[in-house]
């Protein structure tokens, strides 16, 4: 399926123009076996609540681009989705570009694209990796940096025809990410005049006023945070990149 803000080859967007006339759109996926975190079940229903609206402005932004002869959303909950059509996951890549791949149900898929007479489906997952990464200090002379293994959400993304056919997958550059869930303490490093810089979680609150932060700006024409129109604009811009 779409690969989760990671690195992977975006190809087959012509196929996806000569084949894909009517689109499918499903809600956003939530890998929740994926997610470490202190509340994983507060944060996967956060996403869930987050990103519920989310789909329906997608298919209105894909409508708006003409691209297809018809973009329609596939009704259904994310979580019973996701048990549908996808059989497993694997962490792939090194460093900034590991990330998740996954296997679809090519039944499960079939069945949605059959049932609300789509040519393939959109499909995308937010799923959590731990990666290593190298993150700077706001404070002291800015020149220090901490590099370990830090926790990210990404998100994949691809266009999927009947018996689990990929025509299209999202190409993200190494490192990108759609949230991050850790940080390093720098400032109590710095305070503390010390070397010992702990990575510390994010709080749920403190996510979800990231997930909720609002687009700025008088040509804002969307109600959807900032963040994830974001990401509706990104696949919006690759899918038409590619065709």
């Given at each position: ?15 996806v ?6 689109l ?25 609540e ?14 708006k ?6 973009v329609r ?15 497993n ?14 296997s ?6 079939t ?35 901490m ?27 190494p490192?990108?990410?759609f ?8 400032m109590?490093?710095?305070w503390?005049?010390t ?5 510390k979680?994010?709080t749920?609150?403190?996510l979800?006023?990231r ?11 969307t ?16 899918l038409k990149?590619?065709?």
């Amino acid at each position: 399926v779409m690969s989760g803000c990671a690195g992977l080859t975006g190809s087959g967007a012509v196929e996806v123009e000569k084949r894909v006339r009517t689109l499918g759109v499903l809600p956003l996926l939530v890998d929740s076996g994926s997610i470490e975190y202190s509340n994983s079940d507060g944060l996967v229903a956060l996403l869930e609540e987050s990103g519920r609206d989310v789909d329906d402005w997608l298919v209105e932004q894909l409508r708006k681009k003409g691209d297809y002869f018809d973009v329609r959303l596939i009704e259904g909950e994310s979580s019973q989705l996701f048990e549908q059509i996808v059989l497993n996951q694997t962490v792939v890549g090194e460093g900034l570009t590991r990330h998740a791949l996954y296997s679809l149900n090519p039944e499960g898929v079939t069945r949605l694209i059959n049932d609300n007479l789509v040519d393939a489906v959109l499909v995308v997952i937010i799923h959590g990796v731990k990666r290593p990464e190298k993150r700077w200090s706001e404070y002291g002379s800015g020149l220090e940096y901490m590099e370990t293994e830090y926790r990210s959400l990404l998100y994949t993304a691809s266009v999927v025809a009947a018996q689990n056919e990929t025509l299209w997958l999202r190409n993200a550059p190494p490192g990108s990410f759609f949230l991050r869930i850790d940080y390093p303490d720098f400032m109590k490093a710095f305070w503390n005049m010390t070397d010992e810089v702990y990575v510390k979680e994010i709080t749920l609150p403190g996510l979800q006023r990231r997930l909720a932060e609002p687009e700025k700006g008088i040509f804002v024409k969307t109600a959807i945070s900032k963040k994830y129109n974001a990401m509706v604009e990104e696949l919006v811009r690759e899918l038409k990149n590619g065709m």
